[in-house]
């Protein structure tokens, strides 16, 4: 395979640019990556597909990942439980050298092809859930490793990364391929290739929940209620769907705790 999101950056001398010569060439940049995104699109719809049909049944997405790419795991499934009201451990987002990665590395820790898949026995991981790697370059050993063990164990598979015909791909039965070049700093792939994950994640995460119904019309109606932003949110959404006033709608959003619930028992 070639390692594109390896290769030499299109920008020479990057410590002799004017601020906004760097601004302006990341950004540049930047404006690549959803088309290249877009080219993806019907690897995501597969594998946004077959994740929603075993979360249906019961299952859970895990995401394994190392570096910016375990980061961006591990933000996206702690995100699900307030965005769409699920349990914590429905989504659940693990990271090459345990939690204290997230904010520090650990060296060496995705070198272990082992232990992705003794993190995810923690979760009693079985074969209604599906793994999820993430990794830009494709050739992270703890993503290769936990991918490789969850399809001896009938577990289905997907991955993101930004090369082409990577070793992450090859043990993934739904593959996400999303090439998206050199960067703008050669090598730092937290730039392009993490935008572009992230992009994925979010369209993953965002149409299973879809799938799961915890959307209605284009609101958030399973959102937690954790803070008074959410809280007056939530009141306005009670407020459009019943045609109650504001304190009105807020008082019966208090009462029922969700938008869903709040809605369902005034129409009854």
């Known amino acids: 395979m070639e390692t594109i999101t390896e290769r030499e950056s299109h920008y020479k001398n990057l410590e002799q640019l004017s601020v906004l010569e760097i601004l302006e060439n990341i950004n540049k940049e930047d404006q690549t990556v959803a088309l290249s995104v877009k080219k993806a699109l019907p690897q995501i719809e597969q594998l946004a597909t077959i994740t929603a049909s075993r979360m249906k049944a019961g299952g859970r997405l895990f995401y394994i990942g190392a570096g910016t790419s375990g980061r961006l795991g591990v933000v996206d499934a702690s995100e699900c439980p307030p965005t769409f009201g699920v349990p914590f451990d429905m989504v659940v987002g693990l990271i090459a050298g345990g939690d204290g990665a997230i904010r520090k590395a650990v060296e060496f820790a995705e070198d272990d092809t082992e232990q992705a898949w003794k993190d995810l026995l923690e979760f009693n991981i079985n074969d209604k859930d599906v793994v999820v790697g993430i990794a830009a370059s494709g050739t992270t050993p703890y993503v290769i490793g936990g991918l490789k063990m969850a399809a001896q164990n009938n577990i289905v598979t997907g991955c993101i990364v930004c090369n082409s015909g990577s070793p992450v791909a090859a043990e993934a039965q739904y593959p996400v391929e999303v090439v998206t070049g050199p960067e703008f700093l050669t090598g730092s792939t937290r730039m392009k290739a993490g935008t572009a994950q992230k992009m994925v994640l979010n369209m993953l995460s965002t149409s299973v929940m879809i799938q ?57």
């Open 212 to 268: 799961l119904g915890r959307v209605k019309g284009n609101k958030m109606v399973d959102m937690q209620l954790s803070n008074n932003k959410l809280v007056n949110r939530g009141a306005r959404m009670v407020m459009e769907e019943t045609g109650l006033n504001e304190d009105d709608a807020a008082a019966l959003l208090k009462k029922h705790g969700s938008v869903r619930n709040a809605v369902d028992n005034y129409k009854k």
